[in-house]
């Protein structure tokens, strides 16, 4: 089906003020997922309830609504589960090369990471493909520790 664009594209002025908004970030899961990579590995938690296993790691599971705390290990390949195909830069200008990223289910995880995929026609990309994640030389515990994906 086809998307088509309306006559006319309207903007309205107007502001939204977030600071009436409270956030909260969950810095233990990331800091599990991080301090793995540095090891070239890729932890998550585990709910012992439903057995659900979140990348990065929650404190509380989204189903159960109860805490966990169960660290477990996910493989560091995948599958694609939705991806874009990125064409041009921000300001409209094509790009020399078609960059695809991608949502990323890993094995073991029931939730996903977004990365690039590389080494693959943009057109040959799929739903469903399986992917192996690309580590950096040396792993210094950040998110860019994975540099990208490639189909396997």
């Not at 909260?24 to 296993?53: P, S």
């Not at 989204?62 to 705390?69: G, L, S, T, V």
């Not at 990471?113 to 030389?137: A, C, N, P, Q």
């Amino acid at each position: 089906m086809a998307f088509e664009m309306g006559e006319e594209t309207r903007q309205v002025p107007g502001t939204w003020d977030i600071s009436t908004y409270r956030y909260k970030i969950e810095g233990r899961g990331l800091n599990l997922l991080t301090e793995a990579m540095k090891e070239g590995k890729i932890r998550g938690v585990r709910c012992h309830e439903c057995g659900t296993v979140y990348v990065p790691g929650p404190t509380f599971c989204r189903k159960c609504f109860i805490d966990i705390d169960e660290v477990v290990e996910v493989k560091d390949t995948g599958e694609v589960v939705s991806y874009a195909v990125e064409m041009s830069n921000m300001r409209g200008e094509p790009l020399d090369e078609k960059r695809i990223t991608a949502m990323i289910k890993l094995d073991g995880s029931d939730t996903w990471i977004v990365g690039t995929i590389t080494d693959i026609d943009w057109e040959d990309v799929e739903v469903g493909m399986k992917v192996k994640s690309v580590w950096v030389d040396e792993p210094a515990g950040k998110l860019n520790d994975i540099d990208h994906f490639e189909p396997l």
